[in-house]
């Protein structure tokens, strides 16, 4: 199976602050449509998974502009540029381009 | 708009079935592969299982195959998930989606705890 890493783990940012996670695969994500099918999803606590981005770097609607996404390769990238108070939680990203299509660990995010 | 309601979960005995469903609205249910996932407390997301639109195409992640059959009926809009030979492992939420690798929309999840 495809091993998906995250770093940080856990990630205390100030309002307003910028946070950047990054995810990492055990190998590459190139589907055979020609996508890298790597996807980010954002859990508060209680509620199911939400996802924020799709192949790598497509927010999707009503996502917010301060969030963005990049990566190639097996190296990937999300970034807040100003965090919100709403933006606490975990955020996992997924890749859905070997099965069986799996998640990393999940990154915490709390206001400092 | 999109839903997805699950229903089904609870508890049961190591070694017992249960039968999840998932009910979809707002959008063409038999166009969609639909997915099940689940998340064990403090864990990440896992896919188990997906089915095309018409149901002749179907993959599992090797944790259930065997144990967990997934099935759709296209004309209730509903998706299924029989569970048997249940282990405490199994102890999650479930989660229906929609197409397994862009997974856009997930349902509010049903719990199923296994223990004796």
């Known amino acids: 199976d495809v091993v998906m890493t995250q770093s940080p783990l856990s990630l205390s940012v100030t309002l307003g602050q910028p946070a950047s996670i990054s995810c990492r695969s055990s190998q590459g994500l190139v589907y055979s449509d020609g996508y890298i099918h790597l996807n980010w999803f954002h859990q508060r606590p209680g509620q199911s998974p939400r996802r924020l981005i799709y192949r790598v770097s497509n927010r999707d609607s009503g996502v917010p502009d301060r969030f963005s996404a990049s990566g190639s390769g097996t190296d990937f990238t999300l970034k807040i540029s100003r965090v919100e108070a709403e933006d606490v939680g975990v955020y996992y990203c997924m890749q859905g381009t070997h099965w069986p299509f799996t998640f990393g660990p999940g990154t915490k995010v709390d206001i400092k | 708009q999109v839903q997805l309601v699950e229903s089904g979960g609870g508890l049961v005995e190591p070694g017992g079935s249960l039968r999840l469903s998932c009910a979809a609205s707002?959008?063409?249910?038999?166009?969609?592969?639909m997915t099940w996932l689940r998340q064990a407390p403090g864990k990440g997301p896992e896919c188990l299982s997906y089915i095309s639109g018409s149901g002749d195409y179907i993959n599992y992640a090797d944790s259930v195959k065997g144990r967990f059959t997934i099935s759709r009926d296209n004309a209730k809009n509903s998706l299924y998930l029989q569970m048997n030979s249940l282990r405490a492992e199994d102890t999650a939420v479930y989660y229906c989606?929609?197409?397994?690798?862009?997974?856009?929309?997930w349902g509010q999840g049903t719990p199923v705890t296994v223990s004796s």
């Open positions: 707002g959008f063409i249910f038999s166009d969609y592969y």
């Open positions: 989606s929609r197409d397994p690798r862009p997974l856009d929309f």
